[in-house]
């Protein structure tokens, strides 16, 4: 260990861009050199390197437990066609996707992606965000960074506005199509009561929205239950009692929550919205056959949705392919089939 921390004689420095790329190097060779976890950890702790690397190693780990989950998937689907004797090209061939999808990863220094000083550039993804834990992880990414400029360009327009987060919840069900358009045509109510003339609700306040539909199972009854996430730029104060009350009202929902996060002035409010956005489906709570029925049921369905001045906002393609080419600076990981994790390229 000794001799793995004396490669680190500028730790107190605040390093340049090149330093910190190489840094970066460093760094990461000789975390690769210790096979044992409990080392890893420990340099990652007792060496003071930048933020920014750690980070690295944080969304590395993320994408090896999704690459592992993608590998499961696949052998369910593969097990599927082998036990009903079908060969189903589409699930062979989404089995590839998935297990070929973040086979290799860059990382690029020096601001390459806004947020962070490490931006991640994928060689090939399955765009399967419904079944793919990293493509959903990406276009969530994406519509956050799209919506929240937005955001800031309205907080700018209309000095008195307030940013709100909103959960809308109905009862669970035995059947997934029948609760998705049960939420999806009570949201539609609410927002076209806002545009009658002589209607009172709260939905008028609401100069922009955009909702997103996440699909799992209640803890308790196991039966289907579906919520809707949904960010919202009001231009004066929501009264929470009154939207529940509409809610439940006009939509036969059951319950309501709201959060108020005022102007946008503190990195929890802004991860808070960057939540709304998030996946649309639970991947780890729902049994393989449930993935596969949602997969099925949804594939061209849009779960998610915008009215007012958010209309319109979408990425350059829906399903969030327009991938950028890693710059000549980015350090390049490989998946190791046998070892099952990223190996640094040398």
């Known amino acids: 260990m000794d001799t793995v921390l004396s490669a680190f004689p500028f730790v107190n420095l605040a390093p340049s861009a090149s330093l910190r790329s190489r840094l970066a190097d460093a760094f990461f060779s000789a975390r690769e050199n210790l096979a044992d976890a409990d080392a890893r950890h420990l340099l990652d702790t007792v060496t003071k390197v930048p933020d920014?690397?750690?980070?690295?190693?944080?969304?590395?780990?993320?994408?090896?437990?999704?690459?592992?989950?993608?590998?499961?998937?696949?052998?369910?689907?593969?097990?599927?066609?082998?036990?009903?004797?079908?060969?189903?090209?589409?699930?062979?061939?989404?089995?590839?996707?998935?297990?070929?999808?973040?086979?290799?990863?860059a990382f690029a220094p020096d601001g390459h992606m806004n947020g962070g000083d490490f931006g991640a550039f994928a060689v090939r993804s399955c765009n399967q965000y419904r079944l793919c834990g990293n493509c959903a992880s990406r276009r969530a990414g994406r519509y956050a960074q799209l919506y929240m400029g937005r955001v800031s360009e309205l907080l700018r327009l209309y000095p008195a506005a307030s940013v709100y987060t909103l959960v809308f919840t109905i009862p669970s069900g035995e059947y997934i199509y029948d609760r998705f358009w049960c939420l999806s045509n009570g949201l539609r109510t609410l927002v076209r009561r806002a545009t009658k003339k002589g209607t009172v609700t709260q939905f008028r306040n609401i100069l922009a929205g955009v909702a997103s539909v996440e699909i799992k199972r209640g803890a308790g009854t196991g039966q289907w239950h579906p919520h809707t996430h949904a960010l919202v730029v009001s231009s004066a104060p929501l009264d929470e009692d009154k939207l529940?009350?509409?809610?439940?009202?006009?939509?036969?929902?059951?319950?309501?929550?709201?959060?108020?996060?005022?102007?946008?002035?503190?990195?929890?409010?802004?991860?808070?919205?960057?939540?709304?956005?998030k996946y649309n489906v639970k991947l780890n709570e729902l049994a393989y056959d449930d993935l596969w029925l949602v997969q099925n049921a949804f594939s061209r369905k849009r779960l998610l949705s915008s009215w007012g001045l958010f209309r319109g906002?979408?990425?350059?393609?829906?399903?969030?392919?327009?991938?950028?080419?890693?710059?000549?600076?980015?350090?390049?990981?490989?998946?190791?089939?046998?070892?099952?994790?990223?190996?640094?390229?040398?």
């Open 244 to 277: 529940r009350y509409e809610w439940c009202k006009y939509t036969g929902g059951t319950n309501l929550f709201i959060s108020c996060h005022g102007r946008m002035e503190d990195e929890e409010s802004a991860g808070a919205v960057c939540e709304v956005l």
């Open 313 to 346: 906002l979408e990425l350059s393609e829906d399903d969030g392919t327009d991938e950028p080419a890693a710059p000549v600076s980015a350090r390049w990981y490989h998946w190791n089939e046998h070892e099952s994790r990223y190996i640094i390229s040398k």
């Open 52 to 105: 920014e690397l750690k980070d690295v190693s944080a969304r590395l780990g993320k994408m090896t437990s999704h690459r592992l989950r993608n590998e499961q998937i696949a052998r369910y689907l593969e097990q599927q066609n082998l036990r009903l004797g079908s060969g189903d090209n589409k699930k062979a061939i989404l089995a590839a996707k998935l297990r070929d999808c973040f086979r290799s990863v």
